[in-house]
Nanobody, 121 residues
Framework: QVQLVESGGGLAQPGGSLRLSCAASGFTFSSYGMSWARQAPGKGLEWVSGIYSDGSDTYYADSVKGRFTISRDNAKNTLYLQMNSLKPEDTALYYC??????????????WGQGTQVTVSS
């Protein structure tokens, strides 16, 4: 049973920072690429960032490039998303996702319950 548990969400002011974490279990974490996706109220799911299994390569949506940093600690089975220079449009429910074997980083087959991020003054 694959399980992904996000944490670290909350309220931040524009320009502020938050660090999201995702605790993974039920699969060999170090063998899979991982991604973050988000969904704003009334909008569809948006892929945010992805990282290869060994952490050697990372990719970002244009909307967050230069502001967010994805990373992972395979020894701890944990995925992270450092979010800096937050904007109100970053407000969304953020999901940690396990990438489909042999697929692109924006193709995932399992995700967690999500953690809410709200950016407002």
């Amino acid at each position: 049973q694959v399980q992904l548990v996000e944490s670290g969400g909350g309220l931040a002011q524009p320009g502020g920072s938050l660090r999201l974490s995702c605790a993974a279990s039920g699969f060999t974490f170090s063998s899979y690429g991982m991604s973050w996706a988000r969904q704003a109220p009334g909008k569809g799911l948006e892929w945010v960032s992805g990282i290869y299994s060994d952490g050697s390569d990372t990719y970002y949506a244009d909307s967050v490039k230069g502001r967010f940093t994805i990373s992972r600690d395979n020894a701890k089975n944990t995925l992270y998303l450092q979010m800096n220079s937050l904007k109100p449009e970053d407000t969304a429910l953020y999901y940690c996702a396990k990438v489909v074997e042999g697929a692109a980083l924006y193709e995932y087959d399992t995700w967690g319950q999500g953690t809410q991020v709200t950016v407002s003054s």
